[in-house]
């Protein structure tokens, strides 16, 4: 099995800072991306951040110029480090891997975290 598990969220004050974190164990050869996605209560859970594990990011539009992906590909962690908070950032915000299981067999698996909250306040 796959387990992800997300921590550093919180409660911040708009302009602040969270930097949050993701951590893939079990069964893993190898993962080709890891991404950040969130929901806020009676939304769709959207796209926050992708970086694939050459290291190509993407960012929603909304987070662009604030919001920083990156990884340990040694570590099978991903962080989203994320600054001058606003309170339309506050969500559910859930890690997602794309996890190759076997050196044989090329298929990659989608795997997503518990998710952890981030509150900003006004």
């Known amino acids: 099995q796959v387990q992800l598990v997300e921590s550093g969220g919180g409660l911040v004050q708009a302009g602040g800072s969270l930097r949050l974190s993701c951590a893939a164990s079990g069964r893993i050869f190898s993962i080709n991306a890891m991404g950040w996605y969130r929901q806020a209560p009676g939304k769709q859970r959207e796209l926050v951040a992708t970086?694939?594990?050459?290291?190509?990011?993407n960012y929603a539009d909304s987070v662009k110029g604030r919001f920083t992906i990156s990884s340990d590909n040694a570590k099978n962690t991903v962080y989203l480090q994320m600054n001058s908070l606003k309170p339309e950032d506050t969500a559910v915000y859930y890690c997602n891997a794309e996890v190759r299981y076997y050196s044989w067999s090329s298929s990659y698996h989608s795997h997503w975290g518990q998710g952890t909250q981030v509150t900003v306040s006004s």
């Open positions: 970086i694939r594990s050459g290291g190509t990011t």
